[in-house]
């Protein structure tokens, strides 16, 4: 029996033995960043990297494999990943900062597009002047577009100016694609000058299903009375689409002017009838309208 015992614990010690130890700051920088290491290991050493150095040397180290492009794109990608968790997490980072920040705005030159879509993203969840200036460039001229146009409003709608506005307007007339006119709308929901295309839109019944759900929101977001009665034209008549009658349901049970919306006969029996007779997501969003509004 004490044999056995003893050979049944071996298994545990020897895997036990061939774990890793865990790699210190220098070890896992100097793995990191040498060309002479193959591929797997390199990006292994940037995903295990500690950040606990107070000295940012390793952060510089990392920097220069982003910014060399004779370096793989995998590695250069690992790299900028692993600098970004440090942005948080380093107490070494806020002396680098301002290198990053500087080396990030040339890396929206780069040759690779991934790269440098992210390198924008990152600057445009920063509110960097620099990129949006950039972005802005790009879709005013697509000559000089850093990346695709449904891609620039995305990132622009982190941190919104009005000079945004009138390029989104253009692009929504005279949309490069439809993933683009979709980005444009959603970053003009936040402009109350829209508010008049948004009820067109929402009013729309050749326009998606999306695009009539976005201009709702902005609707309420801008103009919550104005989507108040559209809603409830919309819910009286019976040829509208369900997706968007249950849109409106939801907008009136979260958003409605109680006292208005309990008042009015004519749309409490419209929803006791789509309660009883409609999709079932209609008949989900008319139960809770009604529970709220006291039916």
Do not use: W
Request: charged share 30%; proline share 6%.
């Amino acid at each position: 029996m004490a044999t056995k015992r003893k050979a049944a614990k071996r298994p545990a010690a020897a895997r036990k033995a061939k774990r890793p130890a865990t790699r210190s700051i220098r070890q896992a920088t100097s793995l990191a960043t040498s060309s002479r290491q193959d591929v797997a290991s390199r990006l292994s050493a940037l995903a295990e990297m500690p950040m606990t150095g107070e000295d940012d040397a390793h952060l510089r180290a990392v920097l220069a494999v982003v910014v060399n492009t004779s370096e793989p794109i995998a590695v250069r990608l690992a790299a900028l990943q692993t600098l970004q968790t440090a942005s948080f997490s380093s107490a070494a980072f806020p002396a680098f900062r301002g290198d990053y920040i500087a080396a990030l705005r040339t890396l929206t030159q780069d040759p690779d597009p991934e790269l440098r879509q992210r390198v924008l993203g990152f600057l445009a969840r920063e509110k960097d002047g620099f990129a949006q200036k950039k972005l802005l460039e790009g879709l005013r001229d697509p000559a000089k577009a850093l990346v695709p146009p449904e891609k620039a409003l995305q990132l622009l709608s982190y941190d919104v100016h009005a000079e945004a506005y009138p390029i989104a307007r253009a692009i929504v007339s005279k949309p490069p694609n439809p993933t683009a006119r979709r980005e444009a709308l959603r970053l003009l929901a936040a402009d109350a000058k829209a508010a008049p295309m948004f009820e067109r839109l929402l009013r729309d019944k050749d326009e998606t299903r999306e695009i009539r759900q976005i201009s709702a929101a902005a609707l309420q977001a801008t103009k919550p009375d104005t989507l108040q009665k559209h809603a409830r034209e919309i819910l009286l008549d019976p040829s509208e689409q369900d997706e968007i009658q249950a849109t409106c349901l939801t907008a009136l049970t979260q958003f409605g002017n109680t006292e208005a919306v309990a008042g009015d006969t004519t749309l409490m029996k419209r929803i006791e009838r789509l309660r009883g007779k409609a999709s079932s997501n209609v008949k989900r969003s008319a139960r809770q309208f009604l529970t709220k509004y006291g039916r």
